[in-house]
């Protein structure tokens, strides 16, 4: 997989937001891990969302492991890292200066907005600028498998 990156108009982007919150507002499922805070789809309750943006954006038809990862003001993720499998990212509430995703290894700089996608190929090294905006930044995470 070549790095992928789109934008369309996702229809179901509002209630995707509302139930994200509803999750966060919980704080079910949420731990802190490099500076952000994620929470996995252990009910499933996400899954159908996943599913729907891969087959939205034409990137196959399975997501597994999918997290949701959310940067409050301050966070960041700046030591790279990389991932085994080919990563979708899908930014459902993004502001301006809320973090730049930085690909090391094809020297892409994505500055994240609401219903940007983007497909990392596995063991592209990666990094998370620091959220310097007031809201929370959140982004759906998966591994794409077929």
Do not use: C, W
């Not at 991932?83 to 301006?96: E, L, R, S």
């Not at 930085?102 to 090294?125: C, H, Q, W």
């Amino acid at each position: 997989m070549k790095v992928h990156q789109s934008t369309h108009n996702y229809p179901h982007i509002d209630r995707l937001v509302s139930d994200t919150m509803k999750h966060y507002n919980s704080l079910e499922y949420l731990s802190e891990k490099y500076g952000q805070f994620y929470f996995e789809d252990k009910d499933g309750f996400f899954l159908d969302y996943f599913t729907d943006v891969l087959k939205f954006y034409k990137l196959g038809t399975k997501a597994a492991n999918p997290r949701v990862h959310f940067m409050e003001t301050g966070a960041s993720h700046l030591d790279g890292h990389d991932h085994q499998i080919d990563t979708g990212v899908f930014y459902i509430q993004a502001q301006k200066d809320s973090g730049d995703l930085v690909l090391m290894d094809s020297k892409i700089t994505i500055i994240p907005e609401v219903n940007y996608f983007v497909g990392i190929p596995a063991r592209e090294m990666h990094s998370i600028g620091e959220n310097k905006n007031f809201e929370i930044r959140m982004a759906l995470v998966f591994d794409i498998i077929g």
